[in-house]
């Protein structure tokens, strides 16, 4: 079970078609258990058997995580039948991204053991009084005679927190403020003396009812000083750099989400007969179905080039996370919406064969703010807005092949060497300056000279910006140029996986390409263009097809089961 | 990478920078930065030190953490810790590569 698409193909029959309503791992188990605030059973012991931990530990530590888009992709085949599923067990991610980037080789060993043992880590940095502003994370560690540490205050939205058997946990360690005043802790749930720790009620939520979001409330918790994960004061340091991966990964495997939005949308309107014609037929369900597939490619165009870019050049985590967690999550929740639409009635319906639906129209709305909200991608790319305009005007180079192409070699995945600031460095946005110097179809050329200008004016704005503009209390025209540059950068991607494709392949098309960068101008400027009728015919024969062959509708085309 | 008017290898001259690059950063602060005042006095955000720890290492072309301004929390002792991380980096450009 080496190769990516073995593996895939291995979890997709491990997990059955979805579609079979006797299917203990399908779309009606996943409903049902839903019901119940649960996921599938069948499906959690299908994922135990598959190993699926394993993803998440780097080679070197005996997992088979090499590369961040393989895991994503594996991932999607979970996210495409149950997010809730998904986010349980994606969420292993969140912890031990921390293990991996400032944990000493025994604390590696320990954290690759338990995952690779279908055990649980959970991750306890958040505090609902907080919000995204860790860095004044209040839970407290305070340093005992004996060099142990004793812990103090409460953690909250904790996934899983019940059923963890380890812990990764940012306390303060000291009262001064600053980015040197918490630490990172890492210790077994064994060590949760219920004398000194109360565990919180269940925290219920709209969607991904499935996930257990728990709680503690510590105090005088002791746990020994070995359990500091890096060097005390380094906490928020590290968090800032290890999140790059799950806010770039989470995001990405959520495209799977709208696959099957999308997927059920066709099942329902292919088969439903309106006004003596199929509901499929009406231009208002073909518009609607073609923008969300033509969103799904724009998404998963960004999240190759990102998830590449850690590994390819990544400096630029720190402008890519915020990019795509703000721009992905936003694509992502509008599409389903607008299908929505599309399903009439059949969109709130909690039976019947398209029961489905509804969950993951409830399933997908944590991307937008769960982990990391939008509103806070914006502020976290702002200080750097200007040095990395003003570098993509100044060095301009076309983007690394690697970032896009179908197939490509990546250098190895060097977590320790994540960056919290890019220095302007940002492959994407230096190559939006020179992606006119390629040939491009006739039908792309104008809508890319279109980004072009725009990432020019936005260029001019943006490096004009002084420093007190780009505080969180930024103007809302302000915190608009960042949102922008989003757009560029997926734009970019958008050509660049065009650039790349293998002739003959429906990547390699002009269509598809017109479609997204229409998509994209209509991200900024709601009244955009439409796709033009023999755009929309292109994407929804395309979609059709894959439909009835069940492959998927991101750029991989991979088999479904 | 910009060419400077200064030598930004010898600390005296990058501070001197540095104190103007940061004034940029305090558009209320009416004395002249002080290098030898502890910048969290000057109660930057941790946003403003992203800000200006990109801004920096954007400029200068080497390698600025955030974490950096903290662990060297005044001007003076951030340009001193620049410029031998500069001097350090043009000294191994200048040296052969080892086989």
């Known amino acids: 079970m080496t190769g990516i698409w073995s593996r895939t193909d291995h979890l997709e029959k491990l997990l059955g078609d979805p579609w079979d309503a006797g299917n203990p791992a399908g779309f009606a188990a996943a409903v049902a258990a839903d019901e119940r605030e649960e996921t599938a059973a069948a499906a959690e012991a299908a994922l135990d058997d598959f190993g699926l931990h394993a993803e998440f530990v780097p080679r070197a530590l005996g997992g088979r995580l090499e590369r961040v888009d393989d895991m994503v992709e594996l991932m999607r085949s979970v996210y495409r039948r149950d997010p809730a599923l998904g986010l349980g067990r994606g969420g292993q991610l969140l912890p031990t991204v921390h293990v991996w980037t400032a944990g000493s080789p025994e604390q590696r060993r320990e954290a690759a053991g338990l995952l690779l043992d279908n055990r649980r880590i959970t991750c306890a940095v958040h505090e609902l009084a907080h919000g995204n502003d860790i860095s004044a994370s209040s839970f407290a560690a305070r340093r005992a005679d004996d060099g142990a540490l004793r812990l103090h205050g409460r953690k909250e939205s904790i996934s899983n927190f019940d059923r963890a058997d380890a812990l990764v946990v940012l306390a303060r360690t000291n009262e001064s403020n600053g980015p040197r005043s918490h630490s ?51 906490g928020v340091d590290t968090v800032v750099r290890a999140f790059q991966v799950t806010r770039i990964a989470f995001p990405a495997m959520s495209t799977a989400v709208l696959d099957t939005a999308l997927r059920v949308t066709l099942h329902h309107t292919r088969g439903r007969v ?12 073909r518009t609607t179905l073609a923008e969300a597939f033509a969103d799904l490619l724009v998404c998963e165009a960004l999240c190759r080039a990102a998830t590449r870019a850690l590994q390819v050049c990544p400096q630029a985590g720190s402008v890519h996370a915020p990019t795509v967690k703000y721009l992905v999550a936003g694509l992502l929740t509008d599409a389903v919406e607008r299908l929505s639409t599309v399903m ?81 460095r940002d492959p994407l946005a230096a190559s939006l300056p020179t992606v006119l110097d390629e040939e491009l179809p006739s039908a792309v050329r104008p809508l890319a000279e279109d980004h072009v ?50 002739s003959g392949d429906f990547l390699a098309r002009p269509e598809w390409l017109v479609a ?33 062959r069940g492959l998927s509708f991101g750029l991989s085309a991979r088999p479904y089961a | 990478m910009t060419t400077f008017a200064f030598d930004p290898t010898v600390p005296a001259q990058l501070e001197g920078w540095l104190v103007e690059r940061l004034a940029e950063y305090l ?70 590569q080892a086989a």
């Open chain 1, 453 to 502: 200008r725009a990432f020019a004016a936005l260029t001019e704005t943006g490096t004009a910006l002084r420093p007190p503009q780009l505080a969180i209390d930024a103007e809302v025209p302000v915190r608009r140029l960042a949102a922008r540059y989003t757009v560029a950068l997926a734009a970019a991607a958008c050509l660049g996986v065009h650039r790349t494709a293998a």
């Open chain 1, 184 to 234: 990172l802790l890492f210790f077994g749930a064994d060590l949760l003396d219920p004398a000194r720790v109360r565990v919180l009620p269940r925290f219920r939520s709209v969607g991904m009812r499935g996930l257990r979001l728990g709680g503690m409330a510590a105090d005088g918790l002791e746990v020994p000083g070995s359990a500091l994960l890096g060097a005390e004061g380094t």
């Open chain 1, 274 to 285: 309106l006004y003596g014609r199929p509901a499929a037929a009406l231009p208002i369900v």
């Open chain 2, 27 to 96: 558009p209320d602060l009416s004395e002249a930065v002080d290098p030898h005042r502890d910048l969290g006095e000057y109660g930057l955000d941790s946003i403003a030190v992203v800000a200006f720890a990109a801004d920096v290492e954007e400029r200068l072309g080497t390698a600025v953490d955030p974490g950096a301004i903290w662990d060297h929390p005044t001007i003076a002792r951030l340009a001193e810790h620049l410029a031998s991380e500069l001097a350090a980096a043009a000294g191994a450009d200048e040296r052969p």
């Open chain 1, 516 to 548: 997204a960068l229409t998509r994209l101008s209509a991200v900024e400027r709601p009244s955009g263009a439409q796709l033009p009728p023999e755009i929309e015919d292109a994407l929804l024969e395309e979609l059709g097809d894959r439909y009835d």
């Open chain 1, 344 to 424: 009439g009635s059949e969109f709130y319906r909690r039976d019947g064969e398209h029961a489905v639906f509804q969950k993951l129209a409830r399933d997908i709305r944590p991307v937008a703010f769960a982990h990391i909200a939008r509103a806070a991608c914006l502020s976290a790319l702002l200080p750097q807005l200007p040095g990395l305009l003003g570098r993509s005007r100044r060095d301009p180079a076309p983007a690394p092949d690697a970032l896009f192409a179908a197939e490509a070699d990546l250098p190895a995945l060097d977590l320790p060497g994540l960056r919290s600031v890019a220095g302007g």
